[in-house]
């Protein structure tokens, strides 16, 4: 079942010759950090790298369900953010059925007979300001985000140029495999938008095996997680709050109090019950509310999200929480509007696929840590969920990346590049060994 | 349009040849005192007294409007109360009628033609322990309550033995006068639970005038207030949550918890907004919850009120409270049970009305207080509004009652049985007056 | 007591001539609108405008006391609009003293001996965007304000522009009193926030008679109020409760949750009690929280004012709201900081001088309204409430402006620009009545 | 390591002749339920009966450290239960130093040298009343309980009945153990309040090796679950707001609202932050407020529990909850009252001697459950605790009691006695066993 030394030797030689580009790749998708639903350059110039490499490739409406996307932001920021990626050297071929936030790309190479493996690659940024502090590597050389107020600061860069490597790769490599590979480059995994739009358009339907990743900065470099589970359920959402302004000193009772509809809520929404069958969570994380000290507060906007142990606990969590939402805005006759903005589900890898990981990562030399539970949340989730409800296995793999101390989502996160050959060089090598008859 | 001071004489020696029996009569109704629709030794012992002096007497389902009754005891209540006032000397005629709680009566004297004068009286005591220290006239005289937990501590025995008098003088006097007196003896003031129902069974549309009256200990004897006025409109009600139990440890989320339901509702009651046009109150007197310490709430009572300076500053608070509380149950899955237990009005004595009244009070020597709004709520109301509105006049009459520093509803509330007399009197001159052509 | 005709006449042709350059001020004032402490070009060019007419001037910190005012800017935008200030022709020798939030400006000017006649005029703008609709006048004739979302949106430019008026005519008519007439034009009447500085600087300490006054657009011109009164007192302040932020999935415990304690107290904020003795609000108009999502909110911060009848009602409201507050703060383990913004006093007009100018306005064929109570909240209550301490009389005068339906604080609020004559002609008639020998 | 069969033979034999004993001791127990703290009778025979068979017994302050016991009954309830006891045949002399509520028993009979091993019963009953339907086995053979509204409704009577048979057979198996054997009879376990007072006057202290165990009635008859574990730990505590009353319509001001302090408490009390290192619980469980409907609410009583997967996490939640209700006092200056009533640790059987319970359970062809962490909470955790904490070993065995669906702490709980016969033979074949030389 495991691959020939030889070829191993191939992929670690093919691997080490990509590592320049790998890093070039990185540093100028770092330099031109892109966040959710925005990520035109980026997903116009991998859609570009695959077309040229001989992937078919299908970007937009085609990988990406409207109705299912989250969390978008305005029209104008997806205009100006487009236009942004025109003038910064986006493909403009594929930019075009990009607009308006379609910025998914799938590539798949087949060479049939044979079973379908996927790999998944989140390409998003975060709304955080760089650091530009001496001692900040981006900063220091040069490739620092361009954008203001955007920073690949959960190392999204990193995987999507490991996805670039892996996709030369296994064209450099084709007449070692039987079977067909699918790349998919996913937007907007921060605020755990993207991934259940990809999976409406059926993206992962024909998946045998997937694949999925994320560099963790705290570990060390050459350190791998075979396969990640414990990820909490979540739902994003927001809620406003309408009601009616009044003079507070001269007609109190003419005003629909917002603020008071809200803050029954918060006290309430933190009182659902806890639940005998694992985790809960429950956070309103921001709540903005009313105009002026002595007008009755018309309008409160809260933030909020909910988590499970289990999608089923995130459930209840959520609906627990809109009932009490619908009977505090009912209590001061409020009007009440919840937005959805993002939602992921609990999930486990597939323990065999799980064990066959390891079992290449011990023969690549890598160290398996211990297993542990993740404490958070991951849109992937909806990938391997959908490809296990249809009898495939999926699997997330975490990769150390030797910077501990650099906190992710922080304006200081980075990365060791040279952790990037260990990905590049698992991936390939458990795609090909799943190719292998069993 | 004074009267002739012969008359005048003549009320003042049949009051007092009157005095020795009202002092009787009222040391006697507080030793059987009797609380809110169990009046029943005292209803009937009225209606016997009235129906031996001449007066129609009607009893009963007619002058009671069963279904505008609030507030009343149990069943149960009723019938050991009922089974006591056979055993301790009520009139068993009149007590048949009355039997489940119709404890309203009405007497009738009419020399045709002219206008109908009302005279309202009420009867009920309180739930109170009365005190037998020393000191305590009732206790030292021994004629303290026998009711366990029952007491006339608001002077409402007064109140009826007055009535009888005023009855007595009215026959004697019945060739100064022509047109038609209506006594109403009224259950169930306390709490503000009976007038309605007298109402509604239409007891006061033929009245052209309705005196009513009222003791204050406060108040030295002699004086009077002709016409009070800015009584709060009042609601009592309850409000029940019920939700379901749980085992707090081992299945909270099983459990609909009615306490956090009565929590949020409290809250939100108390903020209610204050209202431009005048006063508003609300309380939540009592609250009653739960089983077990370990056991998710499943059940919650409320005993609450809403008050106004208005009829309609009360209903605002009251309706908002309805709202809320729904709201509060839909928020924690709990069904909501509301419950009226007593109901007033504001109202204000007719200023014209009340002139005369204070004319009246002068010619017999009584001082007149100045004029003070009252803090507190009467369901005299409901009589002096349905009068008003049909474009007759009422008022009430505040009586003092000497006895200053023994505060009504306590269990040492007692009143100095001389200030009968000018209630007597003015009562009977006042009717005789508006008998007399203007 | 009334003046002779003939110095009537002479008062209304002097302010016929000086309507032209009234208007023009107002209209100066109105372009170059500055808001609370900010009013360097308006104050420095009073100052220079009282100075020139041979006022004695005083300014800045003789003025104002640094310690008593509320809510001030920030010390970047007070600089910056002193700069403004500056470049936009604002008095260089008044402006220097005048840095750092010092806007009042006193005239004073003597014929002794006789009594001291204080003005009061207040000159601040708001924080408001203005309309540059057609139809509204300031538009139409190009001199709405030049500022960004500053306003002169509740009329004190022309009540400086009154000010200025007076300030002549005293001048001109000098031979016709004999006293002190003292100027008062006093920053940051917005927000409550400026005329207690002036009062702790001593600035009414000597005046016998003060008059204060105001335009209201909903009222007729030509039509005045001679006493208003029923000023609630008032409280402006934020709360700000600051906890520690922790990640809401992987650690909640280890937050302090800010907005736990900010939706508390806002629950128990409104639900203060209702107090038998008057009048009672409270409102938190504004409630700003949290940071991200998925993080226990760090920090809340509140706008909030209390009201009452009295002074003695709104200090029950905001101690018992800083009770509140702070219990808030230990209850979820979060620091608390309160910053007081603002405050009124409530304050009738002297009924004597009422009277007084009720007279005189007859006399000058202006209406008289009907008394009403003001039911919003005015600083001016402050200096009226000195001077009444001191055993003088003050009174506040509204006058109509004429244009009914465009809201007081609203983008197109306007007045009638001929309303000011009647003002300057009442003013300046009562004081000089004042200085009559009684 | 195991016991000869012979030795287990002639436990057999014992344990069987002493079956009709167990179960006339069960049932005069059980017809003669006493609840927690009021074990007079009960404790006071066990005491004579361990003083008749040789044991060296302690009762009363001796066993029970005054200061550490939780939710008493009051001293008048104390006393007539205690005259009670008297009455029904109680042990006058044991009787007379338990009075007061000091209702422990401690055997002790020595074989030194040896180990010290020590077997915990518990004595209690509920205030439940006891069903007397037919087809309810105490019912049906007369044995149900006499004393109103308390009933052996969790079994401890057998536990006292297995207790006794035990302490027969070890004397009567004298001669083949080496050591001593400590017998504790524990009142109050229900509420867990009386385990931690036997622990602090230092009855486990020189204990080698414990032995709890308890009935299951869901489990068949023959079930054994060889260590428990699992227990949450949990504080079982009151807390009372004192406020003043007053008229809700006149002056409300006046109040200090009780009722609004703990409706603030409970909303926060559930909203504690869950914890990320396991299982937290909170419950109010009853909520008693108020006098009157009209009157503000001085005083409210909450009774509550705190549950923890740790005793860290329990300590964390009961912390938490006293801030809040400290907050809560002081944000409607009330007076705050916390009475705790009863607490246990968290706890797991000690692995090694577990398997030991296991290996000779299986050698007396007992049923061996799958293991299960329990849901609930029990108070010989604090002496399990305490004797490992010392280095000692502790267990904690659950028996099948044969009744499914005849749920603990119900009007009809029953056990099948012949499931008895199982545990004495256990506990003695395990004594025994420990005093083998390992």
Same mark, same amino acid.
């Given at each position: 079942?495991?691959?020939?030394?030889?070829?191993?030797?191939?992929?670690?030689?093919?691997?080490?010759?990509?590592?320049?580009?790998?890093?070039?790749?990185?540093?100028?998708?770092?330099?031109?950090?892109?966040?959710?639903?925005?990520?035109?350059?980026?997903?116009?110039?991998? /859609?570009?790298? @695959? $077309?040229?490499? !001989?992937?078919? #490739?299908?970007? *937009?409406?085609?990988?990406?369900? %409207?109705?299912?996307?989250?969390?978008?932001?305005?029209?104008?920021?997806?205009?100006?953010?487009?236009?942004?990626?025109?003038?910064?050297?986006?493909?403009?071929?594929?930019?075009?059925?990009?607009?308006?936030?379609?910025?998914?790309?799938?590539?798949?190479?087949?060479?049939?007979?044979?079973?379908?493996?996927?790999?998944?690659?989140?390409?998003?940024?975060?709304?955080?300001?760089?650091?530009?502090?001496?001692?900040?590597?981006?900063?220091?050389?040069?490739?620092?985000?361009?954008?203001?107020?955007?920073?690949?600061?959960?190392?999204?860069?990193?995987?999507? /140029?490991?996805? @670039? $490597?892996?996709? !030369?790769?296994? #064209?450099?490599? *084709?007449?070692?495999?039987?079977? %067909?590979?699918?790349?998919?480059?996913?937007?907007?995994?921060?605020?755990?938008?993207?991934?259940?739009?990809?999976?409406?358009?059926?993206?992962?339907?024909?998946?045998?095996?997937?694949?999925?990743?994320?560099?963790?900065?705290?570990?060390?470099?050459?350190?791998?997680?075979?396969?990640?589970?414990?990820?909490?359920?979540?739902?994003?959402?927001?809620?406003?709050?309408?009601?009616?302004?009044?003079?507070?000193?001269?007609?109190?009772?003419?005003?629909?109090?917002?603020?008071?509809?809200?803050?029954?809520?918060?006290?309430?929404?933190?009182?659902?019950?806890?639940?005998?069958?694992?985790?809960?969570?429950?956070?309103?994380?921001?709540?903005?509310?009313?105009?002026?000290?002595?007008?009755?507060?018309?309008?409160?906007?809260?933030?909020?999200?909910?988590?499970?142990?289990?999608?089923?606990?995130?459930?209840?969590?959520?609906?627990?929480?809109?009932?009490?939402?619908?009977?505090?805005?009912?209590?001061?006759?409020?009007?009440?509007?919840?937005?959805?903005?993002?939602?992921?589900?609990?999930?486990?890898?597939?323990?065999?696929?799980?064990?066959?990981?390891?079992?290449?990562?011990?023969?690549?030399?890598?160290?398996?840590?211990?297993?542990?539970?993740?404490?958070?949340?991951?849109?992937?989730?909806?990938?391997?969920?959908?490809?296990?409800?249809?009898?495939?296995?999926?699997?997330?793999?975490?990769?150390?990346?030797?910077?501990?101390?650099?906190?992710?989502?922080?304006?200081?996160?980075?990365?060791?590049?040279?952790?990037?050959?260990?990905?590049?060089?698992?991936?390939?090598?458990?795609?090909?060994?799943?190719?292998?008859?069993?």
């Amino acid at each position: 079942m495991a691959l020939r030394a030889k070829l191993i030797e191939r992929i670690d030689e093919l691997a080490a010759d990509a590592q320049p580009h790998v890093v070039a790749w990185r540093r100028d998708l770092h330099r031109h950090a892109e966040s959710a639903w925005t990520e035109f350059r980026t997903a116009s110039l991998v /859609a570009r790298q @695959l $077309a040229d490499l !001989g992937y078919a #490739v299908r970007v *937009g409406q085609e990988v990406i369900s %409207a109705a299912e996307r989250m969390g978008l932001p305005t029209s104008d920021k997806l205009e100006s953010c487009w236009q942004r990626a025109l003038l910064e050297g986006g493909d403009p071929e594929f930019l075009e059925p990009m607009r308006d936030g379609y910025t998914g790309v799938v590539g798949m190479l087949s060479h049939e007979p044979g079973p379908v493996i996927g790999l998944r690659f989140d390409m998003d940024a975060l709304d955080t300001q760089e650091s530009m502090d001496q001692g900040h590597l981006p900063a220091d050389e040069g490739f620092a985000s361009i954008h203001e107020n955007v920073m690949h600061a959960c190392g999204h860069d990193a995987h999507t /140029a490991v996805g @670039l $490597a892996v996709a !030369g790769l296994l #064209v450099e490599l *084709g007449d070692s495999w039987q079977g %067909a590979v699918k790349l998919i480059f996913q937007p907007a995994e921060e605020g755990v938008r993207g991934a259940k739009s990809m999976v409406a358009a059926g993206v992962v339907d024909d998946v045998g095996y997937l694949l999925g990743h994320h560099f963790y900065s705290n570990w060390e470099t050459g350190e791998i997680a075979p396969g990640m589970g414990g990820y909490l359920a979540t739902t994003k959402f927001d809620a406003t709050f309408t009601g009616r302004a009044a003079h507070a000193g001269s007609s109190p009772q003419e005003g629909r109090n917002a603020l008071l509809a809200a803050a029954t809520a918060v006290l309430n929404l933190y009182a659902i019950p806890r639940h005998r069958q694992g985790v809960t969570r429950i956070n309103v994380g921001q709540l903005s509310a009313g105009t002026a000290r002595n007008v009755i507060c018309p309008s409160a906007h809260l933030a909020m999200e909910t988590r499970g142990s289990t999608t089923e606990l995130n459930d209840y969590m959520y609906w627990s929480a809109v009932r009490i939402l619908e009977a505090a805005g009912a209590m001061h006759d409020c009007k009440l509007e919840i937005a959805l903005q993002g939602s992921a589900q609990s999930a486990r890898s597939s323990p065999e696929l799980a064990s066959r990981v390891a079992r290449m990562a011990a023969q690549l030399g890598l160290a398996i840590r211990p297993p542990e539970d993740s404490s958070g949340s991951e849109d992937v989730t909806y990938m391997m969920q959908r490809v296990q409800e249809r009898g495939g296995e999926a699997v997330s793999i975490g990769f150390g990346a030797g910077r501990p101390g650099l906190g992710h989502h922080t304006p200081t996160f980075d990365i060791d590049e040279s952790a990037l050959q260990g990905a590049i060089r698992l991936l390939v090598a458990v795609t090909l060994d799943l190719f292998q008859p069993a």
